[in-house]
C-alpha cells in the first residue's frame, strides 16, 4: 500500500476516534444538565415548578419528613421524561424527579375536613443514572442518583449515603426502577 493511502487511513481513522470521543464527551456534559455537576453532586433544579410536569401528590400520615404530622409529596419531572416513559415503560438516562414536601394543614372546610400544603419541609431530587457514571459516589447507585435538600439549604444536599438514608423507602417498588409509578397517572398512556 502506497504511503500516501497508509497516512490517509491513519489520518481518516485518528478523525473518526477522535470525533467519537467528541460526542461522548458532550453527551456526558448534558447528562442532566444543570442538575448534574461533572463530579456528581446533585443540585435542586430551580425551574421545576414552572417548567416541569406535576406527576402526582400523595398525603401522608405520620410523615418521618414532617415531624409525625401530615405531610405532602408532590412530585415532578419534565414533560419529555414524561413522553419518553409513555412511550417505553422506562424513565431515559439524565431523568430528573423532584418532590416537593409540605407540612400539612388541615382544616374543616364546608365541603369536610381538608388538608393543604403548608410550611416547606424540603426536596427530594432522584436522576436517573443508565451508564454508572459515578462509581463510588455514595450518592449514586441503583441506576439513580439520590439527593435531599432541606428547605431554605437549597444549594446543597444533605444527603451523606443513598443506600442508608434513600434506599429502604424504595425497595418495596424495586420491580418498577425504585418509583412508585402507579401513583403517577400522567405516566399512564
Known amino acids: 500500500m502506497p504511503k500516501l ?25 448534558s447528562f442532566a444538565r444543570g442538575v448534574v455537576s461533572a463530579d456528581g453532586a446533585i443540585s435542586l433544579p430551580s425551574n421545576f415548578r414552572t417548567d416541569y410536569v406535576m406527576l402526582g401528590a400523595w398525603s401522608v400520615a405520620g410523615d418521618a419528613d414532617t415531624g409525625g404530622g401530615v405531610g405532602l409529596h408532590v412530585v415532578y419531572a419534565p414533560r419529555g421524561v414524561v413522553d419518553v416513559y409513555r412511550k417505553t415503560g422506562k424513565f431515559p438516562d439524565g431523568a430528573v ?17 381538608a388538608t393543604s400544603a403548608a410550611d416547606q419541609a424540603g426536596y427530594f431530587v432522584m436522576v436517573k443514572d443508565t451508564k454508572g457514571r459515578f462509581p463510588g459516589n455514595p450518592l449514586w447507585g441503583d441506576g439513580w442518583g439520590w439527593a435531599f435538600f432541606e428547605p431554605g439549604q437549597i444549594t446543597n444536599t444533605v444527603t451523606k449515603d443513598y443506600k442508608a438514608e434513600c434506599l429502604a423507602c424504595h425497595e418495596p417498588v424495586r420491580s418498577t426502577d425504585l418509583i412508585y409509578d402507579y401513583a403517577y397517572p400522567v405516566l399512564k398512556p
Open 97 to 113: 424527579l423532584v418532590k416537593e414536601l409540605f407540612k400539612g394543614k388541615t382544616e374543616t372546610l364546608t365541603t369536610g375536613e
Open 5 to 29: 493511502k497508509v497516512l490517509t487511513l491513519v489520518l481518516f481513522t485518528g478523525i473518526l476516534v477522535a470525533t467519537g470521543a467528541a460526542i461522548a464527551q458532550m453527551t456526558d456534559k
